[in-house]
């Protein structure tokens, strides 16, 4: 719902009073699973990894704007058994985030925060178990779900370096609503939900369509 009410607000726009701007986005991510029920003696732990991609930005206000973006990350987790048996959970997406973002008017330096969605598209998903004397590869990329929903949260800020060109630094909180993995599936372990932390830095490049 907020994905079509974000497109259908900008179709909606007074297009004198956009400013137009185009992004190159990399940053750190630290991924984790939400896993219910978790197996009696089994340990979770997080997965950390990079993101890079772009990102287009419309300012339709002295407060607001509308992010689109799309970016590679890691997903998953790490899974340690009492067996000393350690097994690697791996996903790699390519996320699709929208986020409404406020801010305040007129700063060279301006924090800003943000609320919205994401979809995430699967396109690699592996188990990598590690045992003493090795360690084996199981791809289960089409026992997974391709589409991940969840909802997204950003706060940062965004550093004026020229008229044009912004630096924009920024934490966000994503948590999945989607179980990953089909009910159908016989390695099942119930519901299976992404929560993700990245760390970005974010190049900017504003076009003013009113000048």
């Given at each position: 719902m907020f994905f079509l009410t974000s497109v259908f607000s900008v179709l909606w726009l007074d297009?004198?009073?956009?400013?137009?701007?185009?992004?190159?986005?990399?940053?750190?991510?630290?991924?984790?699973?939400?896993?219910?029920?978790?197996?009696?003696?089994?340990?979770?732990?997080?997965?950390?990894?990079?993101?890079?991609?772009?990102?287009?930005?419309?300012?339709?206000?002295?407060?607001?704007?509308?992010?689109?973006?799309?970016?590679?990350?890691?997903?998953?987790s790490e899974l340690r058994y009492r067996e000393s048996l350690v097994e690697t959970a791996l996903f790699e997406y390519l996320d699709l985030p929208i986020t409404l973002v406020v801010h305040p008017p007129g700063n060279t330096l301006r924090p800003f925060a943000g609320v919205g969605t994401q979809l995430g598209i699967l396109f690699n998903a592996m188990f990598i178990s590690e045992f003493q004397d090795g360690y084996s590869i199981q791809y289960v990329t089409d026992r997974m779900k391709k589409l991940e929903w969840g909802i997204q949260i950003t706060a940062g800020f965004n550093l004026m370096l020229s008229q044009h060109v912004n630096l924009m630094m920024s934490f966000r909180y994503a948590f999945g609503l989607t179980n990953l993995q089909p009910e159908s599936d016989t390695?099942?372990?119930?519901?299976?939900?992404?929560?993700?932390i990245y760390a970005r830095i974010v190049v900017l490049y504003s076009l003013d369509e009113s000048e």
């Open positions: 297009v004198d009073a956009q400013t137009l701007q185009f992004g190159l986005q990399c940053g750190y991510s630290s991924a984790d699973a939400e896993i219910s029920p978790l197996p009696q003696n089994v340990h979770t732990s997080g997965k950390k990894g990079i993101i890079a991609g772009g990102m287009i930005g419309l300012q339709f206000s002295p407060i607001t704007e509308l992010h689109f973006e799309g970016y590679y990350s890691r997903k998953g390695y099942n372990w119930g519901v299976w939900k992404s929560r993700s």
